[in-house]
């Protein structure tokens, strides 16, 4: 991380640093204490420089620039999932997962992108911090608007026209893997001697009856 708490807690760091999420310390006042690498490539944040600013300021929200005094102080920011989970989670209160919308100023662009967000308390050297972690899910949440797919072989035709399976496209786009099974129904038509008979028994294989 970028400026340790301690400089003996090395083991640690390394692991906070390997993890692919992007994690940040964090003081009462929503203040940034240290950041891992995750963070630094994701929010194109040099390492160290946003040391005690405001989260805002560092992920470059738009609302943090809505007022001369910057962050938490535009009329959005009473509704920032970021900001309250801090707060919630000084209070005692767990905060896990919660589903945040970040618009971020990049360059002459607005960006808009969503996290999951979880904030959990701990006390080091007899001060309060908190870790804040922000999970990228805006692929995901893109992929819930209109899908155009084929009514017979529901393949699913990409931004250029071209068709993938399903199971390609959301391999690619979401990241994620299919594993394969098949459901009563199908189970029902493609193996019937499958199917429970009446008498609550099942048979074991197709009839051989002429």
Same mark, same amino acid.
């Not at 391999?171 to 019937?192: M, R």
């Not at 197709?206 to 002429?210: A, E, Q, T, W």
């Given at each position: 991380m970028s400026k340790r708490?301690?400089?003996?807690?090395?083991? !640690?760091?390394f692991i906070i640093d390997a993890m692919p999420l992007s994690i940040f310390v964090v003081d009462e006042k929503?203040?940034?204490?240290?950041?891992?690498?995750?963070?630094s490539s994701f929010f194109e944040m040099e390492q160290g420089k946003y040391i005690k600013m405001g989260c805002g300021h560092a992920l470059r929200c738009?609302?943090?620039?809505?007022?001369?005094?910057?962050?938490?102080?535009?009329?959005?920011c009473k509704d920032c999932v970021i900001r309250n989970?801090?707060?919630?989670?000084?209070?005692?209160?767990?905060?896990?997962?919660?589903?945040?919308?970040?618009?971020v100023v990049e360059g002459d662009v607005l960006?808009?992108?969503?996290?999951? !967000?979880?904030?959990?308390p701990f006390e080091y050297q007899d001060k309060s911090f908190l870790l804040l972690v922000l999970e990228d899910i805006t692929e995901i949440t893109e992929l819930q608007?209109?899908?155009?797919?084929?009514?017979?072989?529901?393949?699913?035709?990409?931004d250029k026209n071209y068709?993938?399976? !399903?199971?390609?496209?959301?391999?690619?786009?979401?990241? !994620?893997?299919?594993?394969?099974?098949?459901?009563?129904?199908?189970?029902?038509?493609?193996?019937?001697?499958?199917?429970?008979?009446?008498?609550?028994?099942t048979s074991s294989g197709?009839?051989?009856?002429?």
């Open positions: 708490l301690a400089e003996g807690d090395s083991f !640690v760091n929503a203040h940034i204490i240290d950041y891992n690498q995750s963070a738009i609302h943090s620039m809505e007022k001369p005094e910057g962050c938490g102080y535009a009329e959005a989970s801090i707060t919630a989670a000084f209070q005692g209160l767990k905060q896990f997962r919660r589903t945040h919308t970040l618009r960006r808009e992108y969503h996290f999951l !967000v979880t904030a959990t608007d209109i899908l155009p797919i084929c009514a017979s072989c529901k393949s699913i035709r990409d068709w993938h399976s !399903v199971e390609k496209y959301f391999s690619e786009h979401a990241d !994620v893997t299919f594993s394969h099974g098949i459901c009563p129904d199908c189970l029902g038509k493609l193996y019937p001697w499958h199917r429970n008979e009446p008498d609550g028994g197709p009839s051989n009856n002429n």
